[in-house]
Nanobody
């Protein structure tokens, strides 16, 4: 079993920044891909960003490229999402997830956190 706990969400003005964290516990963390998804009200889960276990390769949704940065610290069993230049359309519940492969497909991730709310005011 793997437990994932997100933190760092909150209310921010458009153009501002937030840093989300996802702390993992349970089975070994450093061999898994990690990803962030988000879900806005009435919408499906959307892939945001992902990172392989070594940290050497990342994947981003086009909508967040050049604004968001994903990173991980395997010693701390934590993955981060630095979000800059936030837009109202970025508002959603953000979830971290872990799986064996770095894919954009939600079904490839076995364990999920409970989510953290990000609200962006215009």
């Amino acid at each position: 079993q793997v437990q994932l706990v997100e933190s760092g969400g909150g209310l921010v003005q458009a153009g501002g920044s937030l840093r989300l964290s996802c702390a993992a516990s349970g089975r070994p963390f450093d061999k898994n891909a990690m990803a962030w998804f988000r879900q806005a009200p009435g919408k499906e889960h959307e892939f945001v960003a992902g990172i392989v276990w070594s940290g050497t390769s990342q994947l981003y949704a086009d909508s967040v490229k050049n604004r968001f940065t994903i990173s991980r610290d395997n010693a701390k069993k934590t993955v981060y999402l630095q979000m800059n230049s936030l837009k109202p359309e970025d508002a959603a519940v953000y979830y971290c997830a872990t799986g064996n492969l770095l894919l954009r497909w939600r079904g490839s991730y076995e364990y999920w956190g409970q989510g953290t709310q990000v609200t962006v005011s215009s």
